[in-house]
């Protein structure tokens, strides 16, 4: 059966047809979620809703692009607006916390490559973050990434050269891993 | 010709250290399935759109004035001498309920996405060591709007009575939270969040998009 036939029993209702879909389709889905959120309940939290409000717009979905473009612009819609809602709580928990331990905050030890790598992904613009995410480390084309994003091919081109220039002066101190 | 910033060493020197960014656990295709079913079976509800919402914000203020109208008149004027009159004050009452619903559906929108940006984040940390304390005080204020909620016509709908009563028991733990044994009590109530699947009923009751019209402090 083909994927559109697959649509077509799964807009009749079919629940076997959305199971079938799902099985397709959430692996992509929760690693980019799990990627993008670096924590498992909250990339669990935002797979089972891409998927419930894919399920409930099928009938929007007109197969003008792919399936999996279509999802994976809900994906990204999700996960972007899932993590702001997170941030910015988390941000008045900071400023909180930070307000009662002034003065108190203490030098870390300098960590390794992977821990720097990490702190200078996380620390990119959102839209770097999530271009180079997408590219870099999932395998996206930037015509993908375009498509999921809402953006022109072009844009998504340039932030991922803006993402990289980033890293590599966050990561200048590592420099001899790569002229090797 | 190369960019500037293109150095062909660099960048598949970062791709290859970068596949262990936030590298995923293999799919829970089975455990996430069951809550998709879960919560699409709870589907509930106060399905706003956006243009919906500026005409419940307006509906709203509308129902606010012709309250204050109406408790001027019945102040001011003698009881109704006609029964056209007595009608029509039946009809303006009839419709002032029928807005004050619409009105405490949309706070009730309100109240639920902050709960659920609370949840949500109480969940993810929950093996880390935020402030105790600041958790239980933020769990204490959606508690009381939780309970001001329960009392109010927006339980009157069955299904987000029975949220909110979730909602309380949840936030209720929360708001006991006890330093000292900080971590075990929190393993616990994150257990018992996913047992009841409480987050993905919350999310289900709440509509999408983003809420702009502003009714903090209406309840």
Avoid at chain 1, 13 to 40: C, I
Avoid at chain 2, 49 to 61: E, Y
């Amino acid at each position: 059966m083909d994927e559109s036939q697959l649509l077509a029993r799964v807009r009749a209702g079919d629940s076997a047809a959305e199971r079938t879909l799902y099985d397709a389709h959430v692996d992509r889905v929760y690693r980019l979620a799990f990627r993008l959120a670096g924590d498992d309940a909250l990339a669990q939290d935002f797979t089972q809703e891409t998927f419930i409000r894919a399920f409930d717009r099928l009938g929007s979905f007109r197969g003008d692009a792919a399936f999996s473009t279509w999802l994976h612009t809900i994906t990204t819609t999700v996960v972007l607006n899932g993590l702001r809602k997170v941030k910015r709580l988390r941000q008045r928990e900071t400023d909180i916390d930070d307000a009662h331990e002034i003065g108190t905050t203490q030098r870390h030890a300098e960590p390794d490559l992977k821990v720097r790598l990490r702190q200078a992904i996380d620390a990119l613009p959102e839209g770097y973050r999530t271009v180079f995410v997408m590219h870099d480390v999932e395998g996206y084309t930037h015509e993908e990434i375009g498509a999921a994003l809402g953006v022109e091919t072009g844009t998504s081109k340039a932030q991922l050269s803006r993402a990289r220039a980033k890293l590599r002066v966050a990561l200048s101190d590592f420099a001899g891993e790569w002229v090797r | 010709m190369m960019d500037q910033h293109e150095d062909p060493k660099f960048e598949k020197w970062l791709r290859d250290e970068a596949r262990s960014y936030h590298s995923p656990l293999p799919t829970p295709r089975d455990e996430i399935w069951k809550r998709i079913e879960d919560a699409r079976r709870h589907k509930h509800v106060i399905e706003l759109r956006p243009w919906m919402r500026w005409v419940v914000a307006a509906a709203a203020v509308l129902a606010v004035g012709i309250g204050i109208g109406r408790w001027s008149a019945n102040q001011a004027s003698a009881p109704p001498a006609s029964t056209a009159t007595a009608g029509a004050g039946t009809r303006v009452a009839n419709e002032i309920d029928s807005l004050a619903s619409v009105a405490y559906q949309v706070a009730a929108t309100q109240y639920l996405s902050r709960t659920e940006a609370f949840l949500t984040s109480f969940r993810a940390d929950a093996n880390r060591s935020a402030n105790t304390a600041r958790l239980a005080r933020q769990a204490r204020d959606l508690l009381m709007t939780t309970q001001l909620m329960l009392d109010s016509p927006a339980a009157d709908d069955p299904r987000l009575r029975s949220l909110l009563g979730d909602l309380e028991l949840v936030l209720m733990q929360i708001s006991l939270l006890n330093p000292v044994q900080d971590g075990r009590d929190r393993d616990l109530i994150t257990q018992g969040m996913n047992q009841t699947n409480v987050l993905p009923k919350l999310r289900s009751a709440i509509p999408a998009g983003p809420v702009p019209v502003r009714t903090e402090g209406a309840l």
